[in-house]
Structure formats: C-alpha cells, structure tokens
C-alpha cells in the first residue's frame, strides 16, 4: 500500500476533470488513492481523508505537507 514511500520526499497526487463534470483524484505514489468530488476543494478533502486512513492502516505517518498537486483541467 504505502511500503514505496519510505524515500519519497513528496507525495503527488493528480486530481483531472472529468467530462461528467466531476473531479477525480489519482497517485502513483499511494497506491489505492481514489477520491472522487463534485468540486475541486471537496475532491482535495476526501484525497486527503483517504491518504490519513491508508496511512494509518499502513502506520507510515504521511505530513499533509509533503503532498503536491498536479491539477490536470
């Protein structure tokens, strides 16, 4: 799950417009990490919420700043 972030400095996460008009928030960093929203700021916050639980399942602390967006619109 996050076994591959032991190195990694910062997590990216992409997050794409959908043509359904949704938002959809994806990383090859974590794998798992799926979080979808009808705007941008609630996609960012379900992609956050999902980071904090695979974290915890993982016990590999992830710091919210360490995450990078890669806004694909």
Not at 12 to 35: H, M, N, R
Not at 38 to 60: F, G, M, P
Not at 63 to 72: E, L, M, T
């Amino acid at each position: 799950m996050i076994e591959s972030l032991k190195n990694v400095a910062n997590i990216t996460i992409t997050i794409e417009k959908l043509p359904e008009g949704f938002y959809l928030a994806t990383s090859d960093d974590i794998q798992g990490l799926v979080a979808q929203g009808k705007t941008l700021d609630e996609t960012i916050k379900i992609a956050l919420d999902v980071v904090r639980h695979l974290s915890e399942l993982s016990n590999k602390p992830i710091n919210p700043q360490d995450i990078v967006y890669k806004i694909d619109i």
